[in-house]
């Protein structure tokens, strides 16, 4: 299993990104897939999330600023974040939770957003 997330970069404040994540190794789609973050000294949060059926859960931080969505057949998620201010500078995390996995829960490599002007 693999989940290899990019679209990370330098931004200034009130500009957008997009991040996407592509799952690989999965025998069927993820039952949650989401992106955490992670700032220089502090613990690694939920940004987003979204189960294979749709439902989408937020942080406070994220809420009408970032969506999440994800497309089963390919086994990708995207994330798109809208007027990002220097707070969101942050690791990026690609997460997948297979609850038919014994394993269960997966992370990408990381994908560095600065936001800075």
């Known amino acids: 299993v693999q989940l290899q997330a990019s679209g990370g970069g330098l931004v200034q404040p009130g500009e957008s990104l997009r991040l996407s994540c592509a799952a690989s190794g999965f025998t069927s789609p993820p039952y949650r897939m989401g992106w955490y973050r992670q700032a220089p000294g502090k613990e690694r949060v939920l940004v987003a999330s979204v189960t294979s059926g749709g439902t989408t859960n937020y942080a406070d931080f994220a809420e009408g600023r970032f969506i999440i969505s994800r497309h089963n057949a390919k086994n990708t998620l995207v994330l798109q974040a809208d007027t990002l201010v220097v707070e969101d500078t942050a690791v990026y995390y690609c997460?997948?939770?297979?609850?038919?996995?014994?394993?269960?829960?997966?992370w990408g490599q990381g994908t560095l957003v600065t936001v800075s002007s």
């Open positions: 997460h997948a939770y297979d609850r038919w996995s014994s394993v269960g829960h997966y």
